[in-house]
């Protein structure tokens, strides 16, 4: 799976490319929401308000509304359970 990170206007945009599975984003999603996963700060959570996911199993975006840095976001999917098949 590729991750590239990138900045816009609202906030930032990861695509997600190769062997990906959109169901696996959507569950990282709802984990974030939900308080369920631990990749990212409390803080980085406040800041975003709102999180879609669009695309097709293979190539499946996520943009993250809000004043998040890309670095913050690059941190939490190095920490992510679900992307890096540490999840049960």
Do not use: H, P
């Not at 990749?39 to 993250?64: F, R, W």
Request: a negative charge.
């Amino acid at each position: 799976m590729n991750k590239n990170v990138l900045k816009t206007n609202d906030g930032v945009k990861i695509a997600f490319t190769g062997a990906v599975e959109k169901q696996n984003i959507v569950k990282m999603v709802e984990n974030c929401a939900t308080g369920q996963c631990e990749c990212m700060s409390d803080e980085t959570k406040e800041k975003i308000t709102n999180m879609q996911v669009s695309g097709q199993d293979g190539d499946v975006a996520l943009n993250l509304s809000g004043d998040v840095s890309k670095k913050e976001i690059e941190v939490a999917l190095a920490k992510s359970k679900v992307l890096n098949d540490k999840c049960c």
